[in-house]
């Protein structure tokens, strides 16, 4: 019979014991199971002593060895906010407050469902365009005198380059600006 896990004596009942790096669980059936803390992962097995007893004085001691294997998690994409002039263009940067947990390099692979082709690009979305240089710089311009108080929402998608992706918008508020009148000459024909 097993008397205690990690030095934490059994209750003969569900029990949930932590461990490093995990939580040991007992069931009321009595199976025992591991659960690593999130996002854990190492080559080294971590080592979880028991005690096991023979219900006559007799006990020994050894260990249960896990070796937690990694998994790729996805990206975390979050949602960009800029401001530019009406009519002025500005600079997006959809990956700056992007992360992933596992230290993967992060690409975007597309812009409002276009597909990124890796070069110079024009995708057209609501009340703009966005370009994307051969350098990768990309941009947002409005449409001639559009401004709005509500934010332009472009999503974009990310990859980590190991098949997992996340979703975000870049979020773009265009100000008004004064347009100057137009002045129109007038003809006349007097008899």
Not at 2 to 21: A, C, E, F, H, K
Not at 43 to 64: C, R
Not at 96 to 116: C, E, H, M, R, Y
Not at 141 to 163: C, L
């Given at each position: ?131 994307i240089s051969a350098t990768g710089v990309i ?53």
């Amino acid at each position: 019979t097993i008397t205690s896990i990690n030095g934490t004596t059994l209750t003969g009942g569900v029990q949930s014991i932590s461990v490093t790096n995990g939580t040991v669980n007992i069931s009321a059936t009595g199976v025992i199971t591991f659960t690593p803390t999130t996002n854990f992962n190492s080559a080294t097995a971590i080592s979880i002593p028991y005690v096991i007893s023979d219900g006559h004085g007799g006990t020994a001691t050894a260990n249960e060895l896990i070796t937690v294997t990694p998994v790729n998690d996805n990206p975390v994409a979050v949602n960009d906010n800029y401001t530019v002039a009406e009519d002025a263009t500005v600079t997006l940067t959809p990956l700056a407050l992007d992360s992933d947990v596992d230290g993967d390099t992060l690409t975007i692979t597309s812009i409002n469902g276009t597909t990124l082709t890796g070069g110079a690009q024009s995708i057209s979305v609501t009340n703009g365009t966005v370009n994307i240089s051969a350098t990768g710089v990309i941009t947002f311009t409005p449409t001639t005198n559009f401004n709005s108080a509500t934010a332009i929402s472009i999503p974009y998608v990310i990859s980590d380059g190991h098949g997992g992706t996340a979703t975000a918008n870049e979020l773009i508020t265009v100000t008004p600006v004064n347009d100057n009148p137009v002045a129109v000459n007038d003809n006349y024909t007097v008899a």
